[in-house]
């Protein structure tokens, strides 16, 4: 059936204005109580009441989680108000008219059968059941749950932050997961509190029950001459029908409470779940259908209905377990259904193989770092580190994930690189490192301890003594800095492993966007992706920045004509960016000192190098080799002292095989050649290794 036009404008209109209406109803409740109402309008009201309850009753049986209906701690409030104007306007009929319209007079007649004495005793029983039963019952699962609800909050928020930091959930259902929890906190909170407008209605229908047959009793003797037993019999049953139809609704929206506060979360309604698992004990069954059928053979008993009881149960019990015992061979012939295919299927392995390329895993104490709510700013520091190493290595970082490992001790972490845990370290959440930039046997108060990143003695010290300690000297940095100047050196120490050739390629699109010429004369027809990747690698196993990308692939470019080896290719491009190189060492772009080798230890290492499948090696005496190690590694830790980077200049013949033979030993020293300096810097020699 098609709406009228007058039907769709009347739908249009009250979304458009509902919350108007809505207030509307509210303040028309409130004039309830000061304007009179004919008894006909009375008894409208009184079926509304009535429905209203009905509805609360029915609706809070059909939700499957309290925060459906979220609104019921206000409605509760609405409702009460509600039968309590209604309450004063009927009273307001008894006293003055000596009738309270049809409602109540059904209630008077009907349900009490014309009885005061039964209507006043039932109308005690409700309000007893309502107030003592449910109203306290419902009241104190209400102060509870809103208590446990709150004290698990910290818990089940650091639960979803975790989720998150290990990539089980995006960060839109993650916040979503937080608004749910707070609401529900809210909820629970409210619920406790409009509880208590139950009981306090509860209470006020025994007081007015009270006022109205004390007063009409009054009235009737002394202003309308009645006889004192037709007073009481008037006023008390029209009094007690208007307890009984305001107490009707009060108590549907009452065990409405009850029912809302006790639901658990549940993907069904009260009525499946009660069903399903009231039916789920068929054994139960039976042996209430065999007590029913004891209590049947009694002789002073209702044999009849107790053995009509039995065989209703037990065929109900025999029913079930039927189904039971069906439902079980479905599902065994299911397995063995998809056991007898499951050879034909191929299984889905792919998700074992994908490796993150970078991965921090924290203990439990550590989480707090990752939660913004509780100013831990680890998140937007990871950001920060990829923009660093974008802008200062040229390499790509892929988004770093973070897990929580309960099996590290509480306030360690551990970097992974493609699964492989490489390095660790070790904070305390609340404290702040302090070092001695100056290196000096110094000793400050707190927990003695090395810094991560380079191997420093230092001290975790409180937020008390952070400024003390300051003004000592100390460079003092919170947890959060400590882990990310970690992450930062681990980064950089294995920059070759972080890129992969699909990174490179993504690289190579963005250097494609504004100079395709650069690009498509390299690849694929000089060079491959794989052969430009172990050149990037050679540079950044040194650390040398590719962020110039379209000078590396020019360089690559003209090189490649040449020959295709790597190492020549490397040793190419480093020619090409003498001037970067020079900037890495050098102090102010002006002076670089370095160690140098003896030219008679050049000439051996040259004729001491042999090619291999990884390039060219030396291979010298061991004794040589340990000797120019010991050598190399006093002159670097006294450059060191002097606040220099340990730089050995060499030939561009020995350049090379030189770094292969020291970089498993001495992984920071720099290994530069001749033609990698450029003119207008000066070059110191601090010292001359040997060998002898």
Known sequence: MVPSPVEVALKEQWKRNNDVIIAGLVIGIVLLIIIPLPAWMLDIFLTLSITLGLVILLITMFTTEPLQFSVFPSLLLVTTLYRLALNISSTRLILSEASAGKVIAAFGHFVISGSYIVGAVVFVIITVIQFVVITSGAGRVAEVAARFTLDAMPGKQMSIDAEFNSGLITEEEARKRR???????????????????????????????????????????????????????????????????????ALLVSTATGILVTRATSDATFGKDLSRQFLNFPKVLFLAAAILFVLGLVPAMPNLLFLVLSGMTAYLAYTLLQSERQRQLAEQENLSRQSRSRPQEPENVFSYFQVDPLEIEIGYNLIVLTDEEQGGDLLYRLSAVRRQCAAEMGIFVRPIRIRDNLQLSPNSYTFKLR??????????????????????????????????????????VTAAEREQVELSGFTVVDVTTVMITHLTEFIKRNAHELLGRQELKELLDVVKEKNPAVVEELVPDLLSLGEIQKVFQNLLREQVPVRDLVALLEALADGARVSHDIDYLTEYVRQAMARNICRLYSVQGEKISVITLHPKLEQRIVESLQQTQFGLYPVLEPDIVQRVLDDLKKMSEKLTVRGLTSVVLCSPRVRLPLRRLVERHLPGLAVLSLTEIVPGVEVEAVGTVTAE
């Open 419 to 460: 699964g492989v845990p490489l390095a660790e370290g070790e904070l305390m959440p609340g404290h702040f490192l302090a070092m001695d930039p100056t290196g000096q046997a110094k000793e400050v108060p707190g927990v003695s301890t090395f810094e991560p990143t380079f191997g420093l003695k230092a001290w975790w």
């Open 179 to 249: 608004r749910h929890l707070q609401r529900e906190a809210d909820f629970f909170g409210s619920m406790d509190g409009a509880s208590k407008f139950v009981r306090g209605d509860a209470i006020a229908g025994i007081i007015i029950i009270i006022i109205n047959i004390v007063g009409g009793l009054t009235i009737g003797l002394v202003q309308m001459n009645m006889s004192a037993e037709e007073a009481l019999h008037i006023y008390t049953l029209l009094t007690v029908g208007d307890g009984l139809v305001t107490q009707v609704p």
